[in-house]
């Protein structure tokens, strides 16, 4: 029987997260940190990484470094993934595109998001499956948004390009499953970060509300009647990264409270 989600589980592997400043990233890199795996946190904010790195340190005992670079930088991201070829588990993750109508989002903003959602994604799973195969394990996880199952009004770039992971996931697992490799999505839904006040925010103000009636609007349509902690999210990226999942291959893991029936 493998254990799952204690201190050990994850001792002896290096896990290289994105976006780990702050948000969904952080909760990640904390949790695989607390199962015992050295993390490595990559963001474009020099201070919260050094702070977050610092305290990931003190809290479970395990090594954890920072690597300051912008997903979007293909030159400055591959120089981070080069001293880092020897993670087991990858985790990627950024923030979400500007929200609007899909004929007033300018080709600009598909140009910015592709970069962040699907080329460094791509970047970096060339850079480091090779060596993963070579040692006979690797965890690639994408947190990306329950979008890729169910889109959502206002969100065409989201909608659209999250959809893209699903096919890297597949091929992935085509080629890399054999040796080791498993490559599978979490897709939250609404949950409890800076990015869903903000959505919150710019929707209260597009329709003249205040913020607490259209988070509450909201959460109608969610079952567990509450946002997401960035915790429960995390705890599906930790269980994907051990052992005990390692018969799971391209999955869309949702977690997103359940979404009410409309009958």
């Given at each position: 029987?493998?254990?799952?989600?204690?201190a050990?589980?994850?001792?002896?592997?290096?896990?290289?997260?994105?976006?780990?400043?702050?948000?969904?990233g952080l909760?990640?890199?904390e949790?695989?940190?607390?199962?015992?795996?050295?993390?490595?946190?990559?963001?474009?904010?020099?201070e919260?990484?050094h702070?977050a790195?610092?305290?990931?340190?003190?809290?479970?005992g395990?090594?954890a470094?920072?690597?300051?670079a912008?997903?979007?930088d293909?030159?400055?991201?591959?120089?981070a993934?080069?001293?880092?070829?020897?993670?087991?588990?990858?985790?990627?993750?950024c923030?979400?595109?500007?929200?609007?109508?899909?004929?007033e989002t300018?080709?600009?903003?598909?140009d910015?998001?592709?970069?962040?959602?699907?080329?460094?994604?791509v970047?970096?799973?060339?850079?480091?499956?090779?060596h993963m195969?070579?040692?006979?394990?690797?965890?690639?996880?994408?947190?990306?948004?329950?979008?890729?199952?169910?889109?959502?009004?206002?969100?065409?770039?989201t909608?659209?390009?999250?959809?893209?992971?699903?096919?890297?996931?597949?091929?992935?697992?085509?080629?890399?499953?054999?040796?080791?490799?498993?490559?599978n999505?979490?897709?939250?839904?609404l949950?409890r970060?800076?990015?869903?006040?903000?959505?919150?925010?710019?929707?209260?103000?597009?329709?003249?509300?205040?913020?607490?009636?259209?988070?509450a609007e909201?959460?109608?349509?969610?079952?567990?009647?509450?946002?997401a902690?960035?915790?429960e999210?995390?705890?599906?990226?930790?269980?994907?990264a051990?052992?005990?999942?390692?018969?799971?291959?391209?999955?869309?893991?949702?977690?997103?409270?359940?979404?009410?029936?409309?009958?």
């Open positions: 029987m493998k254990n799952v989600f204690t050990d589980a994850l001792k002896g592997r290096k896990a290289l997260v994105f976006g780990a400043s702050r948000g969904l909760a990640a890199a949790q695989l940190a607390a199962m015992g795996a050295d993390v490595v946190l990559l963001a474009r904010s020099e919260r990484l702070t790195a610092e305290a990931l340190m003190e809290r479970y395990v090594q470094t920072s690597e300051v912008d997903l979007t293909e030159a400055g991201l591959a120089a993934l080069s001293r880092h070829v020897d993670t087991d588990i990858l985790v990627t993750n923030g979400g595109p500007p929200l609007g109508p899909f004929t300018p080709l600009e903003e598909w910015r998001a592709y970069r962040q959602i699907v080329r460094a994604v970047q970096a799973t060339q850079a480091l499956l090779p195969a070579g040692r006979g394990f690797g965890r690639v996880v994408m947190i990306t948004s329950r979008t890729v199952r169910h889109p959502l009004p206002r969100m065409s770039i909608n659209s390009l999250r959809k893209a992971l699903v096919g890297i996931a597949e091929t992935i697992t085509d080629e890399f499953g054999e040796k080791g490799i498993t490559a999505l979490v897709c939250p839904g949950t970060t800076e990015r869903m006040l903000e959505v919150a925010a710019m929707r209260a103000e597009r329709e003249g509300r205040s913020q607490e009636d259209v988070m909201l959460l109608r349509s969610v079952a567990a009647g509450r946002p902690e960035p915790w999210i995390a705890a599906a990226v930790g269980f994907l051990t052992e005990a999942a390692g018969y799971m291959q391209a999955q869309c893991l949702v977690v997103d409270g359940g979404r009410k029936l409309k009958c």
